[in-house]
Structures are given as structure tokens and as C-alpha cells.
């Protein structure tokens, strides 16, 4: 490095892995514009990444003090636009990590994951695509229809042809779990189709009855990331105290 310098050659720029693809430490960094401070943090520790993730669902996605109709008809002061965070390129890793490790907290070992269209799709590609760097393998992704396609191969699931999903061991996956009808669903058709499922994660659980709901009629287990519990006392007690939520960038 002493002799570059003296014969007046600048050091090359090194990557960082923790800015942006494409970037590097000698580039001026220009990020879209977002709410709240904006933190560069390479850490992907699990506990990290959970505290990101939750401050990107409190800042974003978190409604309160109004009424909400949710979908499954009941009304609330509560609303998770799930979709605000989960259709976010800085939520996505975090999303993808999160719900791999909890896959593999539970002892599962699936070959694909999916859900209910829409709410659970950007959840099931960000999973695949964090798979490998979790699971050292890869796993695929699913989209379970609300009504089947009218063209075509007519089928409810869509990512895999028919006689590849016999046997298919999978997680369902959902962005929030109410009283569980729509993560209910998704089990029906999966298991139509053949499919082995193996239990059912959720970004959010509003705690309504939705675990009781799968283990009574599918005999299936219901896991999350968060509670919607956790997501309102955090976000009212930043609001008492008047701190700043930040929104994490981490790729």
C-alpha cells in the first residue's frame, strides 16, 4: 500500500458487504428515500435480524387508532399492512433468514414453501431465496390460487407440474394469521395435491384463534415470528418515550 501511494496510484476501492450490490467504500452512496434514520449494518445475527424486521413491521406496516375491517370480517383498532414490509427490499433478507432458521428450529426439513395468494407470496420467494445460506440447500417456492386458473393446466397450485408435488413435503406459509381460515385453506389444497405438510409459520399471529383453529381441523402446527401483542407494546412504547423508530438497510 506505502509503495502505490508513492508512485501516486490511489488504492482500489474495496467491496463492503455491507452496502449495496455494485457499491463500494470509495462510491458516493445514494439510497432511496425512506421513513425514519437509515442505518447501514452488516450483522445478520438471528436476534439482529429480528430487531430490524420488527422495526421495519412497527414503522411501515403497523395501524392503530381507527377502525379496521380485517378479512375475516371482524372489525379492529389493530391493522398489519403486512404487505408494506413484506414487498420491501430491505425487509426481504430479513423476512427470507427468519423464516428459514424458524423452519429449522422446528425440525423440518421441507422441499418447498408457499401459501394462500397474495399475502403469502413475496414471504415464499424471500425464503427461497435466503434458503441456501441457511439450510446450505435450496428450497423452492409454491402459490396456492383462491380459485383455479380458467386456462391452461386449470390448477390451484402453481411452481410445480402435478405429479411432482405427490409426497412434496412443504410449509405453508402466511403474512397474518387472524382466526386461520386462509392459512386453512392452503393446507386443503397442498394436501389435495398431494403434498406432505409438515406445519405452518406466519410472519404475524394476531392471536385470535388461528393455532387452535389448524391443530384442531388439519392437525397442523401454527409457529410465527412475531405477535401483533409484541408489535403494538413496542411501537406505544417508542411512542412514550418519543423515540425515532429507524428503518434498517441491510443489503
Known amino acids: 500500500m506505502t509503495a502505490s501511494v508513492r508512485l501516486g496510484v490511489l488504492p482500489m476501492p474495496v467491496e463492503n458487504s455491507s452496502l449495496p450490490y455494485g457499491t463500494s467504500s470509495s462510491d458516493p452512496l445514494t439510497l432511496p428515500e425512506k421513513r425514519g434514520k437509515i442505518v447501514l449494518d452488516a450483522d445478520m445475527s438471528p436476534d439482529s435480524d429480528r430487531s430490524k424486521l420488527r422495526e421495519i413491521l412497527v414503522s411501515r406496516s403497523l395501524k392503530l387508532g381507527r377502525p379496521f375491517r380485517l378479512s375475516s370480517g371482524a372489525i379492529s383498532d389493530r391493522y398489519l399492512d403486512a404487505k408494506l414490509t413484506t414487498l420491501n427490499s430491505a ?97 386443503e389444497r397442498a394436501s389435495a395435491a398431494g403434498m406432505k405438510v409438515l406445519g405452518a409459520i406466519c410472519l404475524v399471529d394476531r392471536e385470535e384463534g388461528a393455532s387452535q383453529l389448524l391443530r384442531h381441523d388439519y392437525d397442523c402446527d401454527l409457529v410465527n415470528i412475531f405477535t401483533l401483542e409484541e408489535l403494538v407494546d413496542y411501537k406505544q412504547s417508542h411512542s412514550a418515550t418519543g423515540t425515532t423508530l429507524e428503518t434498517t438497510v441491510v443489503r
Open 91 to 187: 425487509a426481504m433478507p430479513l423476512v427470507g433468514r427468519l423464516f428459514n432458521r424458524k423452519i429449522k428450529e422446528c425440525g423440518w426439513s421441507p422441499k418447498a414453501v408457499g401459501g394462500l395468494t397474495l399475502g403469502a407470496d413475496p414471504i415464499a420467494f424471500s425464503v427461497a431465496r435466503e434458503s441456501t445460506d441457511v439450510f446450505g440447500t435450496s428450497i423452492n417456492t409454491f402459490i396456492v390460487r383462491k380459485e383455479p386458473k380458467e386456462h391452461g393446466m386449470t390448477r390451484f397450485i402453481e411452481g410445480f407440474e402435478d405429479s411432482d408435488t405427490v409426497d412434496l413435503p412443504v410449509v405453508i406459509i402466511d403474512d397474518v394469521c387472524t382466526r386461520g381460515n386462509s392459512t386453512g385453506k392452503a393446507i
